[in-house]
């Protein structure tokens, strides 16, 4: 349950990164592009999280298999 909800976190605040990077391309105000700049860093966080829980760690998986 707690993967699902670091992929919609992640998801989320990608989208507001994208408004941010969108609202500095036509206002051209920096503190929209600081703001997008981390979003954008932390959905990649948020996402690196979903991505290390789904991760099978206990099974090895071997080369011939």
């Given at each position: 349950?707690k993967d699902?909800?670091?992929?919609?976190?992640?998801?989320?605040?990608?989208?507001?990164?994208?408004?941010?990077?969108?609202?500095?391309?036509?206002?051209?105000?920096?503190?929209?592009?600081?703001?997008?700049?981390?979003?954008?860093?932390?959905?990649?966080?948020?996402?690196?999280?979903?991505?290390?829980?789904?991760?099978?760690?206990?099974?090895?998986?071997?080369?011939?298999?």
């Amino acid at each position: 349950m707690k993967d699902l909800l670091y992929a919609v976190l992640a998801l989320i605040v990608a989208g507001a990164a994208a408004y941010f990077f969108y609202k500095f391309q036509t206002a051209k105000d920096s503190n929209s592009l600081i703001i997008g700049i981390v979003l954008a860093l932390l959905a990649i966080v948020l996402g690196g999280l979903f991505m290390y829980g789904r991760v099978n760690t206990h099974d090895d998986i071997h080369i011939t298999e």
